[in-house]
């Protein structure tokens, strides 16, 4: 379980986030929405250990976070990027193995080798792994990226829960991506994988979370199951905009269309 | 690998033979053995002895440490700068060496005449050195904040502290004389001349060790080519890796500087063509760096003190004239391999 306390946080002076309590389970896909400006990706980083809070606690499966010697941290949790750029010409496959950096020593090169791969296979990439990183498309370095964070939490060299963080890891992507990317999320946290998606979709959060979080200048306006928190009255109040939730005519989840 | 090794045993071999008196191989190892206290392995005459022991062998040592020390330092950099583009000299280090020796040169002249002038000269490396070292403590601290460090403030303020030294060295020149103009001048451009066995066994551990230990932060520095965040993230140590790699820049290049000036070009250019030899992976490159840059620098001057015998061309011309075209050369290739 990744948890977080009574999270505050001030820059210069504003308030950033107000008394946060919320928790990330293994084994689901829990989303955060808001409008831009509510803090979602302040509460991401501190969630990862990037920030410290000014006030409150962050627990990973009930160790302070702050407190995580760093090589620890970074075997049972992972954060993807909005986008990355990198200057130098590196493979696919060698940004990927970039992820095994916190395994040195722990695991076997040829080990670190396989679960490469196989994060690559993951995320549809595989063709992609003599590239150079620089040559490929937005979609396709996303791809080989989110196998790098699933590569860094892969292995058997430890037991507790790890936790994926996605920071709006569909932004710039085409909507094929943008699904790509996150049924390979869903699909981890189906193997015991906690996911944690900062998402500007609503209708994406409905398709793929079981937890849904809305946040608001700072404070959580609610969280619960998607289908509780994604309610008209409440979208309406976070996100400033009318809209009609409906029932999604292909699967059993909220669809929501704007009517203004 | 194995091809930079075999260049490194080639360079030291032409380097060691070459010049007004020649020294065919074997008496190379002849003339080793000799001095090692070996049985000698063939035949050589006391000038070869004298010539190779007491002047080609110590500059030949200096430009494989000096060309080891820059090429490692500037893999480094740019690793830290996450900028193909980036060089020691940036964060000052150069320049702030230059401007010591520059002061002490030129001012020293008026002021500390009534020291003798092998303790003047003796001063000069020292200076130097400590000129690098505060210089890129100045950009260091400047680009710091809360116990972190910004590197594109640290690259701001690098330009910044480079164009007022720059202007105080332009000044120094304007006030030197015909002498101090002409030592300032040799230090500006470079020289591996005048290298004592003293000053090279003072020297050695400064300039390798660093360059050794900065080899050892290939991993961090692979992290950071994705970005400072997405390195933390990945469970390496950032700030420290930063710290550690500006000082042991500071400490290897400064004393670099120290003893055979400013050589231009070798730091920016030798990491960008091991990485094309060997890929962008530090954990590889900066090992083919070191040691393709010892091979260069040594052939470099090997060129500097044979190409106008008697005369001596600075090598800092040398490498620059050299590294500047080769330099556009990639820059246009790369470009146009972007745009493919």
Redesign the interface.
């Given at each position: 379980m990744l948890t977080a306390h009574n999270i505050s946080f001030a820059r210069r002076g504003t308030p950033i986030l107000t008394d946060v309590t919320t928790e990330v389970k293994p084994g689901a896909v829990t989303a955060l929405i808001g409008p831009n400006g509510a803090g979602k990706s302040t509460l991401l980083?501190i969630l990862?250990?990037?920030i410290q809070p000014d006030h409150g606690t962050v627990l990973l499966n009930g160790l302070r976070l702050a407190a995580l010697p760093?090589?620890a941290?970074?075997?049972q949790?992972?954060?993807l990027?909005q986008s990355?750029t990198?200057?130098?010409?590196?493979?696919a496959l060698?940004?990927v193995l970039?992820?095994r950096?916190?395994h040195?020593g722990v695991t076997t090169r040829t080990e670190d080798m396989a679960i490469a791969q196989e994060a690559l296979r993951m995320t549809g990439a595989e063709a992609l792994a003599d590239r150079p990183f620089?040559s490929l498309s937005g979609g396709e370095q996303q791809r080989v990226q989110l196998a790098r964070v699933i590569a860094?939490i892969s292995g058997a060299d430890q037991d507790e829960p790890r936790f994926l963080l996605l920071d709006e890891p569909t932004n710039h992507l085409d909507l094929s991506h943008q699904l790509k990317i996150l049924r390979v999320a869903r699909a981890l946290s189906r193997r015991g994988v906690g996911v944690f998606a900062v998402l500007h979709d609503p209708n994406l959060a409905a398709m793929f979370a079981d937890t849904v979080i809305i946040m608001t200048k700072g404070h959580v306006l609610t969280q619960g199951p998607t289908h509780a928190v994604l309610r008209a009255e409440i979208i309406e109040e976070a996100l400033g905009v009318r809209v009609i939730v409906q029932r999604h005519p292909a699967f059993d989840v909220p669809h929501i269309v704007p009517v203004e | 690998m194995l091809m930079l090794g075999f260049l490194l045993v080639a360079s030291f071999i032409f380097s060691a033979g070459l010049g007004a008196v020649q020294i065919p191989p074997s008496a190379i190892l002849s003339v080793l053995c000799g001095a090692l206290g070996l049985p000698p392995l063939g035949q050589h005459t006391a000038l070869q002895a004298t010539v190779l022991i007491s002047i080609r062998l110590p500059r030949i040592l200096l430009g494989l440490m000096v060309g080891a020390s820059l090429s490692a330092a500037g893999a480094a950099t740019q690793g830290m700068f996450?900028?193909?583009l980036a060089d020691p000299g940036l964060i000052g280090i150069s320049s702030g060496a230059a401007l010591a020796a520059g002061l002490l040169i030129v001012l020293g002249d008026r002021f500390l005449a009534h020291l003798p002038s092998d303790y003047r000269a003796a001063m000069l490396p020292v200076a130097a050195f400590l000129g690098g070292i505060v210089t890129t403590g100045i950009v260091y601290r400047l680009a710091s904040r809360d116990g972190r460090t910004h590197v594109t403030t640290m690259l701001l303020a690098g330009v910044a502290l480079n164009a007022g030294i720059g202007a105080a060295l332009g000044l120094l020149i304007f006030l030197s004389n015909d002498q101090s103009l002409r030592d300032l001048n040799f230090w500006l451009l470079g020289s591996l001349s005048g290298v004592t066995w003293p000053n090279l066994l003072v020297a050695a551990p400064l300039l390798i060790l660093p360059a050794l230990l900065l080899l050892r932060l290939a991993?961090p520095l692979?992290?950071l080519?994705?970005?400072e965040?997405?390195a933390?993230?990945?469970?390496?140590?950032v700030e420290n890796t930063k710290r550690a790699v500006t000082v042991l820049t500071a400490l290897t290049v400064g004393t670099a500087v120290a003893l055979t000036g400013v050589i231009g070009f070798v730091s920016l250019v030798v990491p960008h063509i091991a990485?094309q030899l060997v890929?962008?992976?530090h954990r590889v490159m900066m090992p083919a760096a070191l040691l393709l840059g010892a091979s260069l620098l040594t052939l470099a001057d090997l060129l500097a003190r044979t190409l106008a015998l008697p005369q001596e061309i600075p090598i800092g011309i040398l490498t620059s004239a050299v590294g500047a075209p080769f330099f556009l050369i990639q820059l246009l290739r790369h470009r146009a391999a972007?745009q493919s």
């Open positions: 980083h990862s250990g990037a760093r090589k941290l970074a075997r949790r992972a954060v990027p990355s990198i200057s130098f010409p590196f493979t060698q940004v970039m992820g950096g916190a040195a620089t860094q | 996450r900028n193909p991993g692979n992290g080519l994705l970005g965040t997405e933390f993230h990945l469970g390496f140590a990485r890929g962008p992976d972007a």
